[in-house]
């Protein structure tokens, strides 16, 4: 059921273009950095780009911030500095705040992981159209967490513009950050 509830909420993101009938309305929120607290507000001035996710993660998460990293570094200085990426971990339990801060430095030193508690995120992800359901727990303890994977954008204002599906290149990213820069 939880599944078919996700492929739902995926098909439906993904013949999403533009901005069509539905498209989310974004916003503001405040998760936990390793350095402390990360408000989008103190993002303005800057595109953010916005991936929802988990370190564990087996494929769908790395690829994404791979993109991502690769179009970080595809910027030029000024540019990246007018540009952020966040990693929302929709999995609190493993994803502490010193894990996130070293899976996100990982691809890139700009990368900034955040997470909340299951209340705070909830909205966050409601806000973004962000589907997500964990998993049942198998004999390890082990678990995966079903998600949307797009990476949305936000404009130096702070309003979401554009969703840029899975598969995605780096240069289509680096071209969506230029599109929203003043």
């Known amino acids: 059921m939880h599944r078919l509830l996700l492929l739902l909420v995926l098909l439906l993101s993904a013949c ?3 901005r069509p009938a539905g498209f989310p309305a974004g916003g503001d929120f405040v998760l936990q950095s390793a350095d402390g607290p990360v408000d989008t507000r103190t993002l303005r001035g800057k595109v953010v780009l ?4 988990y370190t564990k993660c087996p494929d769908v998460c790395p690829a994404s911030m791979s993109v ?7 910027l030029d200085p000024e540019t990246r500095k007018k540009t ?11 994803d502490t705040l010193p894990v996130l801060k070293q899976y996100a430095s990982f691809f ?21 159209g962000v589907g997500y359901v964990k ?10 967490v079903d998600h949307s994977a797009q990476t949305f954008v936000l404009d130096p204002k702070g309003r979401l ?4 599906q899975l598969g995605t290149s780096a240069d289509k990213t ?9």
């Open 84 to 94: 952020a990426v966040l990693l929302v971990s929709l999995d609190p339990e493993r």
């Open 50 to 53: 916005l991936y929802f996710g």
């Open 68 to 74: 991502n990293a690769q179009a970080l570094n595809a």
């Open 174 to 182: 680096v071209a969506a950050i230029r599109r929203h820069l003043p």
């Open 16 to 18: 999403a273009p533009d």
């Open 108 to 128: 890139h030193p700009n990368m900034i992981g955040v997470t909340g508690t299951p209340a705070e995120l909830g909205a966050a992800a409601r806000a973004y």
């Open 135 to 144: 998993q049942k727990p198998d004999a390890d303890g082990n678990y995966a």
């Open 161 to 164: 513009v554009e969703i840029l």
